[in-house]
T-cell receptor, first 111, second 115 residues
Framework: LAKTTQPISMDSYEGQEVNITCSHNNIATNDYITWYQQFPSQGPRFIIQ???TKVTNEVASLFIPADRKSSTLSLPRVSLSDTAVYYCLVGPSGNTGKLIFGQGTTLQVKP | DAGVTQSPTHLIKTRGQQVTLRCSPK?????VSWYQQALGQGPQFIFQYYEEEERQRGNFPDRFSGHQFPNYSSELNVNALLLGDSALYLCASSLQGMRTNEKLFFGSGTQLSVL
């Protein structure tokens, strides 16, 4: 499974757009990119998943360049409740259940 | 629609003891995966159960074992507890054979403290 690298921490203010970039230089052809969010004392929660180009849902957008060696999670107009740890994961499609988590990015949103 | 439920929420044990953690998957799901999350770290995959059998295993010793019941619920057992086993234990459920790629549903976890 491809290794990912993302910033350990980021700070932002309410109402700003936050972009968290993840590097995955050895991503395989059949790997998808998935982002999870985790609040303290809770399990991770699926945010968004993509394979290439751009994916958007009600909470975030995911931008993936053509070479797929990196990806950017974009959170529009963050609020205090978006303070959490964000994990970038890459892995093959299918229900393997075995996700490889890194340390994640701790996002602190300030008022 | 009930999500993933885990019990107990908190547990305190002493070194050498044994512990059993329980998980009920999300309604409609048949596969359960267990993760260990140490403080400040990302979750680490322990193993996965489907059709009452262990299907995949991470890099954890045999002290960690599990079971899945016919109703898809699961137990995680840890024997001969070590101080280093103190962590948040997460259960994640999914549906085997999904074609829409990985989207695990996690419970809130069991916080285990070993003294």
């Amino acid at each position: 499974l491809a290794k990912t690298t993302q910033p350990i921490s980021m700070d932002s203010y309410e109402g700003q757009e936050v972009n968290i970039t993840c590097s995955h230089n050895n991503i395989a052809t059949n790997d998808y990119i998935t982002w999870y969010q985790q609040f303290p004392s809770q399990g991770p929660r699926f945010i968004i998943q993509g394979y290439k180009t751009k994916v958007t849902n009600e909470v975030a957008s995911l931008f993936i360049p053509a070479d797929r060696k990196s990806s950017t999670l974009s959170l529009p107009r963050v609020s205090l409740s978006d303070t959490a740890v964000y994990y970038c994961l890459v892995g093959p499609s299918g229900n393997t259940g075995k996700l490889i988590f890194g340390q994640g990015t701790t996002l602190q949103v300030k008022p | 629609d009930a999500g993933v439920t885990q019990s107990p929420t908190h547990l305190i044990k002493t070194r050498g003891q044994q512990v059993t953690l329980r998980c009920s998957p999300k309604s409609g799901h048949d596969t359960v995966s267990w993760y260990q999350q140490a403080l400040g770290q990302g979750p680490q995959f322990i193993f996965q159960y489907y059709e009452e059998e262990e299907r995949q295993r991470g890099n954890f010793p045999d002290r960690f074992s599990g079971h899945q019941f016919p109703n898809y619920s699961s137990e995680l057992n840890v024997n001969a507890l070590l101080l280093g086993d103190s962590a948040l234990y997460l259960c994640a459920s999914s549906l085997q054979g999904m074609r829409t790629n990985e989207k695990l549903f996690f419970g809130s976890g069991t916080q285990l403290s070993v003294l």
